[in-house]
C-alpha cells in the first residue's frame, strides 16, 4: 500500500486525495494525516506536504508530479485525449497553481509572521496576483463541463483555499461566472469530502 502523507487543510494535498479517488486509487493509496512538520517521512527532504511514499526509500513530492503519477497507473482518466481541449485544460491548470500559490504566499505572511516583520509590499504583489487569476478564471471557467479532470481539480481546491484563508478577496463578488461552476462542482461527492474544515 502507498502512503499519502498529508494535512486535511492542504490545497496541494487536496489536489492528490481528489486524484486518488477520481482514479479510484483507494485501495493502494492510504492518506496518513502528519502530525506535524517534524514528523514528516524521512523520504521527504523538502518537508512539505503532499509526499507520496510509494515503497520505503522511493517516495514522489509536489502535487503535480503525484497526481500525474497516479492518473498513469489508472490509465489516464484526468487529461483530455485530443490536443485543443489538453492545451484549454493546462491553461487552467497552469492559472489555478499560480493562484495556489499567491494565495499561500499570502497565507505565510499573514498567519506565520508578526505584524512587524509582515511585507506590506508582497502582500499587495500577491494581491493583485490572485485578482488577475480569479478574472481569466472567471473567463475560462464560463459554462464549462463539470467534468473531473486536473483542471477542476486545481481549480475547486484553490477556490475553497481561498475561502479559507483568504476570505478578505470576496472572490465571488467580481467571479459570477466561477461562482455558478463552483457550486456545481462542489456537489460532487470527492469535493465536498476533501473541503477545509475550518
Ligand atoms: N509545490 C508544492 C507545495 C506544497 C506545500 O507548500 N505544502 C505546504 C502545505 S499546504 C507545506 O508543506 N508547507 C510547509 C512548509 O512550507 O514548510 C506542491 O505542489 O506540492
Redesign the pocket.
Known sequence: MMKLHI?GN????RRVRVAVRACGLEDQVEEVTIKG?DHLPSESPG????VLVVEPGLAI????LISRYLDDLAGGKLSPTDPRAQVKQLEIESVASVLMDSL?ARSMEKNQRDEASRSVAVLKKEADRSARCYDRLNELLDGASTDINFASIAVVSCLGYADWRNPEDDWRKSSPALVAWFDKMMEIPLFAETAPVY
Open positions: 494535512s492542504s490545497p496541494y494535498a512538520f518537508n512539505k506536504i503532499p513530492s509536489e502535487c503535480l499561500f
